[in-house]
């Protein structure tokens, strides 16, 4: 039985899973926030003098600093795993990515508190893989769910799945291989176990990503923008309604999403 199977088979019968459980005061909420970063050839094409993924790697050193302070405070229960997909595949890039793919969401694996998150540079290359990497982080996140609870006895509500794309889905499966993992999504986003938020860039395939994370749960992005991009990030990361939150800081322009400037931090307590 796939890990999928355990999942479907717990939460049969009920719409909303967090309904059926009863809350240890003895232990903590943790929130597991993945990201999925869309690393693919385009990324390499310099607009303007600059590389995307140059761009990208900047903007995130200048990132990380910030996610690590926070963790030491109001994001002090959210751990991070991030997996980018492009030339070479699929890959976790953070915590300890030599494991079995079955052991990386143990403690010690690819999950890391936010306070210790930290990355090499990204590469880009080749396609765009982003059905399989959906697949790869849907089971991600639902095994270390089922870890944290058995293990630790730890709630972790919704996991937090937030993709960044620039393209359009051309994994080596039939076409349209993408609709059956939306299913997933889908189901997962009627039990109340995963909140999706996908970034699509100029140039993304808009039905996709509107068809996996909803007209709610889907930002097109005016331009490559990584700071304000990964700002919004972080809101989807530490408000406790991400949705609203990232709208709330975001303006519509022409149909598209424009971070605005604003001096109020995130909102959010953390978990």
Do not use: C
């Amino acid at each position: 039985m796939s890990v999928f199977d355990d999942f479907d088979e717990m939460f049969a019968g009920s719409a909303d899973p967090a309904e059926d459980m009863q809350f240890n005061t003895e232990s903590y909420h943790r929130r597991i926030v993945i990201l999925l970063i869309d690393v693919s050839g385009s990324m390499r094409f310099a607009e303007k003098g600059t590389r995307p993924i140059d761009e990208l790697n900047r903007s995130l050193r200048a990132w990380l600093p910030e996610i690590r302070e926070q963790g030491r405070g109001p994001l002090r229960s959210v751990e991070f795993a991030v997996v980018t997909f492009g030339g070479e595949g699929v890959r976790a890039v953070t915590g300890d990515t030599r494991r079995p793919e079955d052991e990386l969401a143990h403690d010690g694996g690819v999950f890391v508190p936010a306070s210790d998150l930290d990355l090499d540079d990204l590469t880009a290359s080749g396609t765009t893989p982003m059905a399989q990497a959906l697949e790869f982080a849907l089971r991600l996140g639902d095994r270390r769910v089922q870890y944290l609870a058995d293990r630790h006895g730890l709630q972790t509500g919704q996991v937090r799945l937030i993709l960044f794309s620039d393209g359009e889905p051309n994994d080596e499966l039939p076409s349209g291989a993408w609709r059956s993992v939306a299913d997933l999504v889908n189901t997962r986003r009627r039990q109340r176990r995963l909140l999706l938020l996908a970034f699509g860039a100029p140039g993304a395939d808009e039905k996709v990503l509107r068809s996996l994370a909803t007209d709610q749960g889907y930002i097109p992005l005016k331009d490559l923008d990584f700071a304000a991009l990964l700002d919004l990030v972080l809101v989807a990361t530490s408000a406790e309604d991400p949705y609203t939150a990232v709208w709330e800081q975001a303006d519509w322009e022409t149909g598209r999403a424009v971070p605005r400037d604003t001096d109020a931090g995130p909102g959010g307590d953390g978990p």
